[in-house]
């Protein structure tokens, strides 16, 4: 079965400050992968997907960007944060049709301030 | 656009307790329905997936139902205890996504007293 790793954990950055969040999945090939972020009293929200290496399709316009070098790794950035970026940014990442195996990370809290 | 509403936003309970948690969605055009759990601060872990031609599925003291025409769903959790305490999320994936993107509903945060 898939295992995520998201790191870091926890990061607090000043505003205007870059970002790189990484993602790896272990335990399957080809996945499709996700960014989404959850933000205080809101509900999770897509960020980006991709269906392959170099491959990113963007779900709402934001001052970050990702990225996919490789099969089973996923970038999340931004060249300069924003108050409005603190959330809670969760991976996931579903190798099986129908939806099913859609695994999540446990998540990296980013506190811009 | 697809808009996922989830009542109550809380709910406290005795342990023991039967309980339902709703989950409503305005567009019917869905490839399926998962629940999840989340604990504070953590990710997310799939509970339950009905697919679009399903009525219902079970895992444990876990039932799921989903009325596709009406938009709603049911979470049923049976003798509640205090390690069930986590928010449940509801989350449908479009028909038009084509790679099982979810759009997720705000949650209900659930507590079970022992």
């Known amino acids: 079965s898939q295992t995520i790793h998201q790191w870091p954990a926890t990061l607090v950055q000043p505003v205007g400050s870059p970002l790189s969040l990484e993602c790896t999945v272990e335990?399957?090939?080809?996945?499709?992968l996700y960014w989404y972020r959850q933000a205080a009293g809101r509900g999770l929200q897509l960020l980006f997907y991709?269906?392959?290496?170099?491959?990113i399709s963007s779900e709402v316009p934001q001052n970050l960007s990702a990225s996919r070098p490789q099969d089973r790794q996923f970038i999340l950035s931004s060249k300069k944060l924003l108050l409005s970026d603190s959330g809670f940014y969760l991976c996931?990442?579903?190798?099986?049709?129908?939806?099913?195996?859609?695994?999540f990370g446990s998540g990296t809290r980013l506190t811009v301030v | 656009k697809q808009e996922v509403t989830q009542i109550p936003a809380a709910l406290s309970v005795p342990e023991g307790e039967n309980l339902v948690l709703n989950c409503s969605f305005t567009?019917?055009?869905?490839?399926?329905l998962q629940w999840f759990r989340q604990d504070p601060g953590k990710g997310l872990t799939s509970l339950l997936l009905?697919?679009?031609?399903?009525r219902e599925q079970t895992s444990g003291r876990l039932n799921a139902s989903l009325d596709k025409s009406s938009g709603r769903s049911t979470l049923y959790i049976a003798a509640s205890q205090p390690g069930d305490s986590a928010t449940y999320l509801c989350?449908?994936?479009?028909?038009?996504?084509?790679?099982?993107?979810?759009?997720f509903g705000t949650g209900t945060r659930l507590k079970v007293l022992a």
């Open positions: 989350a449908v994936s479009p028909t038009t996504s084509g790679t099982y993107k979810y759009i």
């Open positions: 009905i697919q679009s031609s399903q």
């Open positions: 991709s269906v392959g290496i170099g491959q």
């Open positions: 996931a990442s579903s190798d099986r049709p129908g939806g099913h195996g859609y695994t």
């Open positions: 335990g399957t090939s080809n996945p499709n």
């Open positions: 567009d019917s055009a869905i490839y399926n």
